[in-house]
T-cell receptor, first 114, second 116 residues
Framework: DVKVTQSSRYLVKRTGEKVFLECVQD?????MFWYRQDPGLGLRLIYF???????EKGDIPEGYSVSREKKERFSLILESASTNQTSMYLC?????????????FGNGTRLTVT | AQKITQTQPGMFVQEKEAVTLDCTYD???????LFWYKQPSSGEMIFLIY??????QNATEGRYSLNFQKARKSANLVISASQLGDSAMYFC?????????????FGAGTRLTVKP
């Protein structure tokens, strides 16, 4: 079974803090994704990566950056957390660029910024 | 522009009855895939069913089937014989294949409640 592991289930941070959300997958997948989920808005793509050291902006990259130094790990960074970044963050991975591959998700990190 | 549209924020269905969750999509690609995911209250995203743009037949997986109408750009999920455990959020999603990076876009979701 594919396993996508997010380091924290719940996280509480203060405004202005630098926040790291970590995601690790064990299936040697090339593609990795970060989404945020908000009620009524569904899942919105923040960033994705299709190879080590490669990254592409999604629909809402502002206020976020990512790092992919190793194939299995994809980190989401909030450079200076703000209250409007309070959300559920979901990491996912999939096989190489292919429109017929499903995404495999982690269990999510619920981030609260106070 | 919104690529995936789910027009039903919430739906109710009686246990053992069938229910259809609507999804329309927008793409100019010829190659694309459509997916449905279930998210129970625990928060995990569970992949349910896939339909490819070139598939001639509607996809089925157990009690789930996908009513694919390509000309209308709709990909509705049908759940037969609803069970209490089907109560969850359901998301429709699409991956485009021709000229894009194959990232996946999601709709806003439909919350399904199964009544005993």
């Amino acid at each position: 079974d594919v396993k996508v592991t997010q380091s924290s289930r719940y996280l509480v941070k203060r405004t202005g803090e630098k926040v790291f959300l970590e995601c690790v997958q064990d299936m040697d997948h090339e593609n990795m994704f970060w989404y945020r989920q908000d009620p009524g808005l569904g899942l919105r793509l923040i960033y994705f990566s299709y190879d080590v050291k490669m990254k592409e902006k999604g629909d809402i990259p502002e206020g976020y950056s990512v790092s992919r130094e190793k194939k299995e790990r994809f980190s989401l960074i909030l450079e200076s957390a703000s209250t409007n970044q309070t959300s559920m963050y979901l990491c996912a991975s999939s096989r190489p660029r292919s429109y017929n591959s499903p995404l495999h998700f982690g269990n999510g990190t619920r981030l609260t910024v106070t | 522009a919104q690529k995936i549209t789910q027009t039903q924020p919430g739906m109710f269905v009686q246990e053992k009855e069938a229910v259809t969750l609507d999804c329309t999509y927008d793409t100019s690609d010829q190659s694309y895939g459509l997916f449905w995911y279930k998210q129970p209250s625990s928060g995990e995203m569970i992949f349910l069913i896939y339909q490819g743009s070139y598939d001639q037949q509607n996809a089925t997986e157990g009690r789930y089937s996908l009513n694919f109408q390509k000309a209308r750009k709709s990909a509705n999920l049908v759940i037969s014989a609803s069970q209490l455990g089907d109560s969850a959020m359901y998301f429709c999603a699409m991956r485009e294949g021709d000229y894009n990076n194959n990232d996946m876009r999601f709709g806003a979701g439909t919350r399904l409640t199964v009544k005993p």
